[in-house]
């Protein structure tokens, strides 16, 4: 979702954009247990080169380990045949990008993060992060190595040890091309599924994972607002007990609830478009950007990266974790005019 856009206005401005990311029998497993098998991955690749003109190159894996993905040297093999003036590597954090360190190759690299202190949560993830600063973090203070952080938090510094002066955050915001206000889909949209205008419409985008908040998401809608409140949800909860949980509560709601699969980042705006209000039950999400630019205030829990999101007149925030306070927000939006 990052990579998607990123790289499309980087072709935009005159640049040549080479994507090097995995092949379809390796796709990230959290994507397959969300109906993404990589079956029609060629067709969706052409249609994505030939409306960008950048170019993406498949690469073979060696499998994942720990949830983390190993490339085979193929990956090397297409940076030489490339040979770009600038290489950068997602996530600073993974195996590739410690591997690109070790291989010293002798193009201009930088890197991204988008990881949070909040989602540090792994049992190895202090020793992890030792050993990642006291090997990784040296090489990248030694080669001037810029990590661009995504996220207004100091993770990359205070754990993996990077410096300040090398981690400027750049927000990333998101493309206004396909997302942006829209009455006409707002109300094409409604008209579709039969919800009227009048009607409070609460949109979810995302996992229904325990990280990303699918039981608080559940819990807060299983009892009847005060008013009609419709919940869209765009995201299949994950097949197993803790998803069965959630679809099970989600499913006998007291509310309206209507349940969509995971959708494509293209088809993502016109959610946005016709609802009122967006939630992020659990941690935070780049999403967030996608939303407000399609006019919606955001709901999110009060962790520090989404209380300065929201300090702008553009949100508001409930306490972490708090079915209660989730939902006295919700009804408190919901009954708020259009001006306000």
Request: charged fraction near 25%.
């Amino acid at each position: 979702y990052q990579v998607n856009p990123l790289a499309k206005f980087q072709q935009h401005q005159g640049n040549e954009v080479y994507i090097a990311t995995v092949d379809k029998e390796h796709l990230y497993p959290v994507y397959k247990e969300f109906g993404d098998s990589g079956e029609t991955l060629d067709q969706e690749d052409k249609v994505y080169e030939d409306a960008t003109g950048v170019k993406i190159i498949r690469v073979k894996a060696k499998g994942y380990y720990f949830r983390r993905l190993v490339y085979t040297n193929e990956i090397f093999k297409v940076v030489e045949l490339v040979k770009p003036d600038v290489l950068f590597v997602h996530c600073v954090e993974t195996i590739t990008a410690m591997r690109f360190m070790l291989k010293g190759l002798k193009y201009p690299m930088m890197f991204d993060s988008h990881m949070l202190s909040m989602a540090s949560q792994n049992k190895f993830a202090k020793l992890y992060e030792k050993l990642y600063a006291a090997i990784f973090g040296r090489k990248i203070r030694d080669k001037g190595y810029i990590v661009v952080r995504t996220q207004d938090d100091k993770y990359v510094n205070g754990k993996l040890g990077i410096p300040e002066a090398q981690t400027p955050f750049i927000s990333f915001g998101t493309d206004t091309i396909l997302f942006s206000p829209s009455i006409e889909v707002r109300n094409s949209f409604r008209k579709e599924h039969n919800i009227s205008e009048d009607v409070f419409v609460v949109v979810y985008t995302g996992k229904l994972t325990e990280a990303k908040g699918g039981m608080l998401l559940a819990e807060t809608f299983k009892e009847k607002f005060s008013k009609e409140v419709i919940l869209v949800c765009v995201g299949t909860p994950p097949n197993n007990e803790y998803g069965e949980k959630v679809r099970k509560i989600l499913k006998e709601s007291q509310n309206r609830v209507i349940m969509f699969p995971t959708q494509k980042y293209q088809e993502l705006a016109k959610f946005y478009q016709m609802a009122d209000l967006s939630v992020f039950p659990k941690q935070c999400s780049m999403s967030f950007y996608d939303a407000q630019a399609c006019g919606l205030p955001v709901l999110s829990e009060d962790n520090n990266v989404n209380v300065d999101r929201c300090s702008y007149n553009n949100g508001f925030n409930f306490k972490a974790g708090s079915v209660e306070d989730f939902r006295t927000k919700i009804k408190e939006v919901s009954h708020m005019s259009a001006k306000e």
